[in-house]
C-alpha cells in the first residue's frame, strides 16, 4: 500500500506510473478539505493509521522547498516511481522517494538524490551528480560529468554543457543555455546563461 502526498497534476502522473508497477495506491494526502479524490483514489486530509506503524508513501508535490519540508516532516518509507519507458542505466543510483517521467535518460554511474523529480523526456548523462530535492523539467538535458545542488529547478528545455557545476536552490530558466558554472541561489535564464537574481537562501 503506497499513499501520496499532494493530490494536483503531479500526482496524476505518479499515479499512472504506479498503476503500470501494480502498485497498490491507498489514498493522497492533502491539506485542502475541498479535495475528495483524484483519478477516483481517495483523498484524506491527514494519514490514516496503519497497522505496522510505517507507511510507503511518495510527496507527490512539485515544489522543492515543501518537498524537503514534508520529506523531513513525514515518517514513512519513501518508496521511488519510475515510468516503464524511462531508460536508466544499472550502473546508476536512484535515492528514495524520486520519481523518473515517461522517456527519461539516465546514463551510466549517474547519481540522482532523495526525492528528486526527473520530469518528461528530460536526459541526465554519464557521471552527473542530481542531489536531494532538484526537479529537472520535461526536456533539459544535462551533459556528462554536471553537478546540480540541493533544491535546483532547471527549466523546461533548458541545457547544461558538460562538466558544469551548479550550486544549490538555483533557478535554470526555462531554454538556458548554461555554459559557466552558477552559484548558490542564483536565478539563470537566456542563452548562454546570465543570472538575473539571487533567490532568498532558505
Known amino acids: 500500500m503506497i499513499y501520496l502526498y499532494g493530490a494536483s497534476g503531479h500526482a496524476k502522473v505518479v499515479i499512472e506510473i504506479l498503476e ?81 517521467m515517461s522517456s527519461v535518460s539516465v546514463n551510466c554511474d549517474a547519481i540522482i538524490g532523495n526525492h528528486v523529480i526527473l520530469n518528461t523526456n528530460c536526459s541526465v548523462d554519464h557521471d552527473c551528480i542530481v542531489q536531494d530535492y532538484v526537479h529537472i523539467s520535461p526536456n533539459a538535458a544535462l551533459a556528462g560529468n554536471v553537478s546540480i545542488g540541493e533544491g535546483t529547478h532547471v527549466g523546461i528545455g533548458a541545457s547544461i554543457i558538460q562538466g558544469i557545476k551548479i550550486g544549490k536552490w538555483a533557478t535554470i530558466g526555462a531554454g538556458a543555455v548554461i555554459i559557466e558554472d552558477v552559484p548558490d541561489y542564483a536565478v539563470v535564464v537566456g542563452n548562454p546563461g546570465k543570472i538575473i537574481k539571487y533567490n532568498q537562501p532558505n
Open 20 to 100: 503500470q508497477q501494480n502498485g497498490i495506491i491507498s489514498g493522497l494526502i492533502d491539506s485542502d478539505p475541498d479535495k475528495k479524490s483524484l483519478l477516483d483514489y481517495p483523498v484524506f486530509q491527514q494519514m490514516p493509521q496503519v497497522s505496522d506503524g510505517k507507511i510507503r508513501s511518495i510527496i507527490c508535490i512539485g515544489n522543492n522547498l515543501i518537498r524537503r519540508k514534508l520529506a523531513n516532516e513525514i515518517e514513512a518509507n519513501f518508496v521511488t516511481a519510475i515510468h516503464r519507458s524511462a531508460n536508466i542505466s544499472p550502473r546508476c543510483l536512484i535515492g528514495q522517494g524520486s520519481v523518473i
